[in-house]
């Protein structure tokens, strides 16, 4: 029902910035409630970055406030992550997660996501 596709890991310095995309392959767009991103590290449980509900309101970690910005563009049904000055404790796979339909349940929570992308590898050195 929806298939998501990750692009734009890499490497990275600190101090650096690199954008992450996510591409959604979903007929009715505008029926997601939730897009987020999502990242785990090794040895680490899977933690939220930042996340939209219906389009428009955003919430981050508060690791990443100030720093990394969430966006859409509904025309290109893409979700983004702008990662700016980015850390060494950055280094992470990150996915891209969507909550098709309504939910009660928080969009920064992952047990909320029904579909999730393959995960794009980022890492950060100083």
């Known amino acids: 029902q929806v298939q998501l596709v990750e692009s734009g890991g890499g490497s990275v310095q600190v101090g650096g910035s690199l954008r992450l995309t996510c591409a959604a392959s979903v007929h009715i767009y505008n029926n997601i409630y939730c897009m987020g991103w999502f990242r785990q590290a090794p040895g680490k449980e899977r933690e939220v970055v930042a996340t939209i509900r219906r389009e428009t309101t955003t919430t981050y970690a508060d690791s990443v406030k100030g720093r990394f910005t969430i966006s859409q563009d509904n025309a290109k049904k893409n979700l983004y992550l702008q990662m700016n000055s980015p850390k060494p404790e950055d280094t992470a796979t990150y996915y891209c997660?969507?909550?098709?339909?309504?939910?009660?349940?928080?969009?920064?929570?992952?047990?909320?996501?029904?579909?999730w992308g393959q995960g794009t590898q980022v890492t950060v050195s100083s």
């Open positions: 997660a969507a909550v098709w339909g309504y939910t009660p349940m928080s969009c920064m929570e992952a047990a909320t996501y029904g579909y």
